[in-house]
């Protein structure tokens, strides 16, 4: 797939294309470098390998938002293709489909990992949290296909799936989980239609994950107060590594087994056989 997406998106950089509609689309999938993409919609058209953009994710291909990328060389390719100015108001709302180097990523966690341990145990590390949180944030995205788009908060940015339902996404980075359970915010989840929890351990490896909707999670476990604790005692049937019951969520397995504890990937491996 790799190399199908990137041979299309060299042919189709090379050719203009003002006078097609292209450039009116708002999914574009990025070839081999920041110099060359390619129309969603043109490479469905053309190319049987490629349905909808579930078989890019399936393969490992993400999604996110051309602001949050920051890709600054999309503005010239996208005149030089289209012999048109991309505004900013269409750039809002453009995203790009990208592949992640699952190995090269899986190695920086193992070297993260070390420097981590090595730092606390010199104690200059006192606070290890912004990089666990964007990790799991990221192993959520490339594992259930979500969709980063710029919040129009001041939070940063939203998860969505591709059906356009709003993802709460919260990281937990510990071996295991206080007895308190996991704290959400409960005017976050109630912006949102599902909530995530990915359990990160310490060495940086997924432990699992918990996924429920958000209705659910207010009806059955909100208080008068402004937060809500998840206990592992009350939710426990409900992660992945005991139910299969969202399963069907899961876009690309095997970025989900990679970068998966031992355990938790040989229960998933054993109950996602075809």
């Not at 060299?10 to 708002?26: I, P, R, T, V």
């Not at 048109?84 to 990208?98: E, F, G, N």
């Not at 090595?118 to 666990?132: R, S, T």
């Amino acid at each position: 797939m790799k190399n199908l997406v990137e041979q299309s998106a060299k042919e189709f950089s090379s050719q203009s294309h003002g006078s097609s509609d292209y450039w009116q689309d708002s999914v574009y999938v990025l070839g081999e470098n920041e110099e060359e993409y390619i129309p969603l919609s043109f490479l469905i058209k053309n190319k049987n390998e490629v349905k909808d953009i579930k078989d890019l994710q399936s393969q490992g291909y993400t999604i996110s938002s051309l602001t949050y990328l920051e890709l600054d060389k999309f503005d010239d390719w996208y005149q030089n293709v289209f012999n048109r100015k991309l505004t900013q108001k269409a750039k809002k709302s453009i995203d790009i489909v990208h592949l992640p180097d699952a190995k090269e990523i899986f190695k920086a966690v193992e070297i993260v990992n070390q420097v981590y341990r090595i730092l606390k145990d010199h104690k200059v590390l006192v606070n290890g949290k912004n990089l666990p949180v964007q990790l799991g944030e990221w192993y959520a995205k490339i594992i259930l296909g979500l969709y980063q788009k710029k919040s129009t908060s001041q939070r940063g940015f939203d998860f969505f799936t591709d059906a356009g339902k709003k993802v709460e996404v919260k990281t937990h980075w510990h071996d295991i989980t206080s007895p308190k359970g996991v704290k959400l915010k409960k005017s976050l989840i109630e912006m949102s239609d599902y909530t995530v929890v990915m359990y990160i351990s310490k060495n940086f490896m997924i432990r699992d994950i918990l996924l429920l909707d958000s209705d659910f999670v207010l009806r059955k476990f909100a208080t008068k107060g402004h937060t809500i604790f998840l206990k592992d005692s009350d939710i426990a049937t409900y992660f992945f590594s005991k139910s299969s019951k969202h399963y069907d969520k899961i876009f690309n397995k095997s970025m989900l087994l990679k970068f998966s504890s031992p355990d938790l990937a040989l229960k998933i491996d054993e109950n996602t056989k075809d």
